[in-house]
């Protein structure tokens, strides 16, 4: 540590706690006091409460609550897929290095442009109806994103399609960081291939995957707009309709940043709960390096 | 040594089940290469061989889908406002990041490590939570529609990550360079821009990438704050761009494929700075 005058610090951190203020001090104080008024230009009236009465009373929110929640099912999916990629790799099959640099590229495109160029491949006319009907599973053939019984799970591959990449190199990172004795030792002892999985490598996967689980959860709550926005703009209907377009539509389409912002504060306080856990879990592990 | 121990790895696994591993693995391949295969042979036909033939190569190889894609989109200009936004941003972005760093990382002071800690936080809150406040600020201070008004929102929403990264690279730089450093009088300023920043070439590259990725690859903010047609980012232009040729699929393919190609460009050869980078927010140090 340097030695320095007590100010000294302070100097340094005010930039950045200047930015920091301006970029998430003063908007996440404000959502509590705009969810209390109705606003109209820069501020308006206290009504209490009455912002989030008309939000739970809406219908259309209710949904987009129910889709975000739908959306949720993907985080199973992305943690199995992304595990038993990473340890295949982890186990040097040949290649392993070409085989990481594509799986990760779907994670390097701009989720807008993926979500345009799915929206063309999912027509009911479109690429991957055509292709099935050519290698004869034409039945198969669905309206992707024209149906709104379906939609919503098209969206969600979509996003399981690009987001999956990231899982699998991160748990290839912690993997390749372990000690591969521990793991020789497990193949030793005569374990197969799934119990070394699971006794094994999973619980030293452990502080990686509750990390990994919390961000993909406020992820699919909380971070998918670009995908919705792109591919179905919520529709057809409401059948794709998710809470950050509820907040976008309100704040600019309907003029109503007090109802944006009710919901901006429901948002936000799930995202506190989630991540209390994780820095919880990581004070613990630094407590443990310390000793 | 981790090389032959991978080796010898190699040998050791090849048993029958490699065969499954590599079937399980083309697989995966196969699902990430085929919807870029089809974007790629797509932005290559005409209007007719696309609606006669979807699956099979461009029949005859089209390049006129640049010429109208250049001509219904404003491609350069996108790509310049993303440019000035990405770099604008990072550019604030690091530097008072590394002011901050700094201090998280060779000072003491009071209220350090809760500081630190709501800091670090501040990285997973969702751009949406802070939307509403942001734009009418902006608003108020005439900012909207601005190029100043984006960057700072930008350089602040990337801010908790680089400091994050930067405070555990600093940390990791051995202390007996700064004391050398100090004993020849140099002051603090000089021991973080003569001797810390020249030795985190590695950290700042990696901060450096995954910061440019998140503000060029935003489409939530940008749609916000810079709705004016002149100043859209590639993303909103992409997005418009899509909407606008949804009935001309070649065109918009080939739209697609333009805007993604710096980026794999840069993947291509900088892959470990992207790994690297990426996977720095959820592993420690």
């Given at each position: ?76 999916i992305m943690i199995v897929i992304s595990i038993l990629v990473a340890v295949v790799l982890y186990e040097r099959v040949k290649g392993w290095r070409v085989y990481r640099f594509i799986l990760f590229i779907p994670y390097i495109l ?47 591959g979509?996003?399981i399609w690009r987001e999956v990449g990231f899982g699998i190199v991160l748990f290839l990172a912690r993997l390749l960081?372990?000690?591969e004795?521990?793991i020789?030792?497990?193949k030793?002892?005569?374990?197969n291939w799934w119990?070394r999985l699971w006794?094994?490598i999973l619980?030293?996967l ?6 990994y ?79 | ?5 991978a080796r010898?790895r190699v040998i050791s696994y090849r048993s029958i089940s490699s065969l499954w591993k590599h079937i399980f693995l083309l697989f995966g391949v196969l699902l990430v290469l085929l919807p870029l295969y089809f ?225 794999l460009?840069?993947y291509l050869?900088?892959q470990r700075?992207f790994i690297?980078?990426l996977v ?6």
């Amino acid at each position: 540590m340097l030695r320095t005058h007590k100010l000294i610090p302070w100097l340094y951190l005010t930039p950045m706690l200047f930015l920091l203020i301006f970029a998430f001090g003063y908007p996440l104080v404000s959502i509590f006091n705009f969810s209390m008024r109705r606003i109209r230009g820069a501020t308006g009236p206290f009504i209490g409460f009455e912002n989030y009465r008309q939000v739970f009373k809406d219908t259309v929110f209710r949904e987009a609550v129910s889709h975000n929640l739908i959306l949720l099912l993907a985080v199973p999916i992305m943690i199995v897929i992304s595990i038993l990629v990473a340890v295949v790799l982890y186990e040097r099959v040949k290649g392993w290095r070409v085989y990481r640099f594509i799986l990760f590229i779907p994670y390097i495109l701009a989720v807008p442009v993926v979500g345009v160029v799915f929206s063309n491949i999912l027509q009911l006319n479109g690429i991957l109806n055509e292709t099935l009907r050519v290698i004869g599973l034409g039945r198969l053939g669905l309206d992707w994103i024209g149906n709104p019984d379906i939609t919503l799970w098209s969206v969600m591959g979509v996003i399981i399609w690009r987001e999956v990449g990231f899982g699998i190199v991160l748990f290839l990172a912690r993997l390749l960081s372990i000690n591969e004795e521990l793991i020789d030792a497990g193949k030793v002892d005569g374990a197969n291939w799934w119990q070394r999985l699971w006794f094994v490598i999973l619980p030293e996967l452990r502080s990686v995957l509750e990390f990994y689980t919390v961000v993909s959860v406020i992820t699919m709550l909380a971070w998918v707009f670009s995908y919705i926005y792109t591919i179905t703009r919520g529709g057809p209907g409401n059948a794709t309709q998710i809470m950050e377009l509820y907040v976008y539509n309100f704040a600019f389409r309907n003029q109503l940043p007090g109802i944006a912002s009710a919901v901006a504060v429901l948002l936000f306080l799930v995202t506190i709960a989630l991540i209390i856990p994780v820095f919880r879990l990581r004070a613990s592990t630094e407590m443990e390096e310390m000793a | 040594m981790s090389e032959s121990i991978a080796r010898r790895r190699v040998i050791s696994y090849r048993s029958i089940s490699s065969l499954w591993k590599h079937i399980f693995l083309l697989f995966g391949v196969l699902l990430v290469l085929l919807p870029l295969y089809f974007t790629v042979i797509t932005a290559f036909k005409t209007q007719e061989n696309y609606s006669l033939d979807k699956f099979g190569f461009p029949k005859p190889f089209y390049a006129g889908n640049i010429e109208t894609a250049l001509r219904g989109g404003r491609y350069f200009l996108w790509f310049k406002n993303s440019v000035i936004l990405a770099g604008g941003s990072v550019l604030l972005s690091t530097i008072v990041s590394a002011l901050g760093a700094f201090a998280f990382a060779r000072m003491r002071f009071s209220f350090r490590h809760p500081l630190l800690s709501i800091v670090t936080a501040l990285m997973i809150i969702p751009p949406v939570v802070m939307l509403v406040p942001l734009f009418l600020l902006l608003t108020r201070l005439h900012m909207t529609s601005t190029f100043w008004g984006a960057i700072l929102v930008y350089a602040g929403l990337v801010t908790p990550f680089s400091v994050y990264l930067l405070t555990n690279f600093f940390k990791t730089i051995p202390f007996e360079i700064v004391e050398s450093a100090l004993l020849d009088g140099a002051s603090s300023l000089d021991i973080l821009v003569k001797i810390l920043l020249p030795l985190s070439g590695p950290a700042l590259v990696t901060m450096i990438v995954v910061n440019m990725l998140w503000v060029w690859n935003d489409l939530l903010v940008a749609l916000v704050l810079l709705p004016q047609d002149d100043l859209r980012p590639l993303m909103v232009g992409v997005t418009v761009f899509g909407s606008r040729y949804n009935r001309d699929v070649p065109v918009a393919m080939m739209g697609m494929l333009m805007a993604s190609i710096p980026m794999l460009v840069l993947y291509l050869f900088g892959q470990r700075y992207f790994i690297q980078g990426l996977v720095a927010g959820a592993l420690k140090g």
